[in-house]
């Protein structure tokens, strides 16, 4: 059994990933092999359960309590495991999440960086490469530049 906020997996002989980030408003359970059951423990619908089969990935949602089944992208959710970083379609807040996980860094966002989360989207996939790397592939599409100070990361935009 695995804890994650609200929701209990029970592993049934299987392969799978939880997302899990304290805060977060979402939680997501994404299922490779075999067979796992999700339970939501507390809140308002205590006791709801889904069962996931491969291909499929339950993302639950704090602020309304909801469990929602859809496929998803492998390469993104398990790629870590091959070191491989990619980004479907991700938003600013989501890349900036996943590069500070995957690096151990703090980023920061200067200068006239998009609000909206749709306003910014990046998809792009890296195979063991550097922060610098990663980062200078992401600038030259997204238009800023990128200073590395140790383990705080500066993203300048224009």
Known sequence: MVR???????????????KYRRNANNIAVSLASGSVEIRQIGG??????ARL?????????????????SPYDRDEVFGWQNGLLSFKKSSLADVVEKLENWYGVQIELKGKFPQANKAWQYSGSYENQSL???????????????????KVVIMNFK
């Open 44 to 49: 308002k619908h205590n006791g709801q359960t």
């Open 4 to 18: 994650s906020g609200q929701l209990l997996t029970q592993v049934l002989g299987t392969t799978f990933n939880v």
């Open 132 to 150: 610098a790397n990663v980062l200078t592939g992401i600038s030259f599409v997204k238009q800023f530049t990128f200073e590395i100070n140790g």
């Open 53 to 69: 089969i491969p291909g499929e990935q339950l993302v639950f949602t704090e602020t309304n309590q909801a469990f929602t089944i």
